[in-house]
């Protein structure tokens, strides 16, 4: 999905991810508490501003917790983010 799909445009070094929700369960069935899931920090790339060099649309990516501006758009939950927040791509 690029900008024109979502309907923002980051400027500058700005990126914007698609937050990604934890799982309720984990691959053996455990039930993981919501304080657990709420410190997922990773989100998938959605689109990037000019300036922004590091990552591409489409990738997966780990940010600094606390960072960034929350919003839903489109009953969709976004992350609008520096590129200096940004801190690994989860390859595989």
């Known amino acids: 999905m690029n900008f024109m799909e979502v309907g923002i445009e980051p400027i500058g070094e700005m990126v914007l991810l698609a937050m990604e929700n934890a799982p309720e369960k984990t691959a053996s069935g455990l039930l993981l508490p919501e304080e657990a899931r709420e ?17 591409a649309v489409g990738d997966r990516v780990i940010f600094r917790q606390y960072s960034g501006t929350k919003m839903e758009w489109m009953d969709n939950d976004y992350l609008l983010i520096n590129q200096e927040d940004i801190q690994a791509k989860v390859m595989g």
Do not use: E, T
Not at 39 to 55: H, Y
């Open 39 to 55: 410190k997922m920090n990773i989100g998938r790339v959605q689109a990037v501003g000019p300036d922004a060099k590091s990552v």
